[in-house]
């Protein structure tokens, strides 16, 4: 068990330290962080001066583990785009990214779970052909034109919901929330509903799977023959049985929202991380790049290992597996 | 060639076809986008990109079958007068040269690399898996963005064959693993089988029986995973075209039209963006549903 979480780890820690390889390399040899700052004609004494303030002309060790010092502190400089520093950029537009990426995922849970129960129950009839239909569709339609859809629908004809922005927000510290108004709540609604439809699609499929494979299960057919309601065999045993790999996809899934956030965000223009990535992009602006990307793996190594070990409290039959398995 | 077609007529995969009026209707969908889209040239009744031919009188027109349409452009014109129906036959075609050429690149890598690690073993073997992992364990459009960003910033002023150079390895690339973990998973059960074992008795070099031997058995499950992922190549390159990163904006995709109508979606010319979106649609949902008929078709346990 030990052994198992240590090596977890350390393979987080690896991953880690390759990302920010990536992201050092980024800073080293896509564009030159000097002419940057003191622009085209500086004297090559303001240069040299420069760059050993900088600490350019150390060793390549030595600049890549001050780099990871820095990192750990969220320190990556300043933006080349806007001048500001790029940690306090991240701060701001963090709180925006999580709340869409969190209300996403609890909208594609409600609403998923449900769909995947009742198309698995009542295969065949015409509202499951429907719902699997739909899905489908969920799967083709890319998440910006859902985006653009929905703004067409109730922005545009209907002109009921607000189609930019996060509107009115509270600050509570650092961290500013939509969702204690009302006018947060309408600006959410619809790019919520967007970065959510993939995962909704994904979650229903998966349980409707899943409760198909548990109905066929002896212990199902053991609590038909005691003569248990439907009721309390569908959503007492089947259920909860089909619930843990559909938490893990969840939770695995979140890291991925927060990366698709990129495209709901362009799309609906929501001031989150995604938006500032992407700007970044355009522009060619490293140290945004660069700090989006660590945080970003960051994000997906810690999910990555709290749904590992959480897996691994769960089910017992997988302590044998990958204790035994060739890993 | 004429016994091969035979064959195929006669086999198991056409019949299937032949029973499958979703998997025809996704053919002949797939089919019309594909053949309009490599001949555009001739298809397309106006030349969008001929400039002497556009009229900015004609900006903006609504469907014909609106009032203030006119007949002559059938789907309407963009905010530079180009007829619709012709910028989405041109858009259509390079979706597709960028899709299928990034398919066929994370093939070949993909291909190479599972034979490789599923034939070497040992450390090779845990060294590409691990790189899979990795790879896996971020979504797909952002180490595209990020190999995008990166080619943005050491080529600022690219030219456009550079920046199509760029687009489709940004999608090759994250899009290689699936292909090596199937290949690898086949080539384990392969290399243990006896045609393998007594191509190594007489004394074949290692490379040539991966090539030779090895490869045409593993590339049934390549085949439908191309299949789909060329519709999921398509709507990443749209997505990183409408995020504005994907290509060139002289050589408009049908990403790069619903990004521009998209700025008209508020005046309400919802026809500049909608019917591009509704082709990327139309093409990735046959792509998509001829790929799940032909895993079934190929899967022996389903017949």
Known sequence: MIAFILRRFAQAVVVMLSVAFIAFMLFQYVGDPVTNLLGQDATPQQRAQLRADLGLDQPFPVQFAKFVGNALQGEFGLSLRQGRKVSSLIVERFPATMELALTAAILALVVGVPMGVYAALKRGNFWSQALMTFSLLGVSLPTFLIGILLILVFAVTFKVLPSFGRGEVIALGAWTTGWLTWDGWKHLLLPAITLSIYQLTLIMRLVRAEMLEVLRTDYIKFARARGLQDRSIYFGHALKNTLVPVITITGLQLGGLIAFAIITETVFQWPGMGLLFIQAVQFADIPVMAAYLCLIALIFVVINLIVDLLYFAVDPRLRMEKSGGAH | ?303
């Not at chain 2, 064959?161 to 994250?174: E, Y």
């Not at chain 2, 904006?249 to 619903?258: A, E, F, K, R």
């Not at chain 2, 549903?289 to 079934?296: A, I, K, P, S, Y």
């Open chain 2, 1 to 303: 060639m004429q016994a091969a077609l035979v064959r195929f007529l006669d086999g198991d995969v056409w019949h299937s076809f032949r029973k499958s009026p979703m998997a025809i209707t996704a053919a002949v969908i797939a089919f019309i986008c594909i053949f309009c889209a490599l001949f555009a040239n001739w298809v397309a009744p106006h030349n969008p990109f001929d400039l002497a031919t556009l009229e900015l009188g004609d900006a903006r027109l609504p469907p014909a079958w609106d009032e203030e349409g006119k007949a002559k452009y059938f789907l309407g014109t963009d905010d530079q007068g180009r007829d619709i129906l012709s910028t989405l036959m041109f858009g259509a075609r390079i979706s597709l040269l960028v899709g299928v050429a990034s398919v066929l690149l994370s093939v070949v890598v993909g291909v190479a690399l599972g034979l490789l690690s599923g034939f070497a073993g040992g450390k090779t073997d845990a060294l590409i898996m691990r790189v899979c992992d990795v790879m896996l364990s971020f979504p797909s459009i952002l180490i595209a963005l990020l190999i995008d960003g990166v080619g943005r910033a050491m080529f600022p002023n690219a030219h456009d064959t550079l920046a199509f150079a760029v687009l489709i390895l940004a999608i090759a690339l994250p899009g290689w693993v699936p292909y090596a973990r199937t290949v690898r998973g086949s080539t384990l059960v392969e290399r243990h089988k006896e045609y393998v074992q007594a191509a190594r008795v007489i004394g074949v070099a290692p490379a040539r029986i991966m090539r030779r031997h090895v490869l045409p058995n593993v590339l049934g499950p390549v085949l439908v995973l191309a299949t789909i992922q060329v519709a999921q190549a398509i709507l990443t390159e749209a997505t990183l075209s409408f995020l504005g990163v994907g290509v060139p904006p002289t050589q408009p995709s049908l990403g790069t039209l619903i990004r521009v109508g998209n700025d008209f979606l508020f005046s309400g010319e919802w026809w500049i963006t909608i019917f591009p979106g509704a082709m990327l649609v139309l093409i990735a949902l046959s792509v998509n549903l001829l790929g799940d008929w032909l895993r079934d078709a190929l899967n022996p346990r389903l017949r």
